[in-house]
């Protein structure tokens, strides 16, 4: 059973920085992504940014070059650095596990608070 643990949400002022992080029990095979989703009170939940086991990343066009998405095999844990903060990145962040035949796998969300 492949279990995801997040941790790292929090409350920060605008243009401040937090950074996530996403543990799962198991090490990526080939074809897995990690990634972040996110949903804000009355939004549909949206992807944030992934990065598939071979190392390529994709980022919403919200977040480019505010957020980076990196990994620790050694730790099976995946990092959401994000940078200059803005109210409207509020929202409950879920890391997710999916493998190349379609099974998914969700963390519990970590609240994020962006405010003065």
């Known amino acids: 059973q492949v279990q995801l643990v997040e941790s790292g949400g929090g409350l920060v002022q605008p243009g401040g920085s937090l950074r996530l992080s996403c543990a799962t029990s198991?090490?990526?095979?080939?074809?897995?992504?990690m990634g972040w989703y996110r949903q804000a009170p009355g939004k549909r939940r949206e992807l944030v940014a992934r990065?598939?086991?071979?190392?390529?990343?994709n980022y919403a066009d919200s977040v480019k070059g505010r957020f980076t998405i990196s990994r620790d095999s050694t730790k099976n844990t995946v990092y959401l650095q994000m940078n200059s903060l803005k109210p409207e990145d509020t929202a409950v962040y879920y890391c997710y596990r999916a493998s190349r035949l379609g099974v998914w796998y969700w963390g519990q969300g970590t609240q994020v608070t962006v405010s003065s």
């Open positions: 198991t090490s990526l095979f080939s074809g897995d992504a």
């Open positions: 990065i598939v086991s071979g190392g390529d990343t």
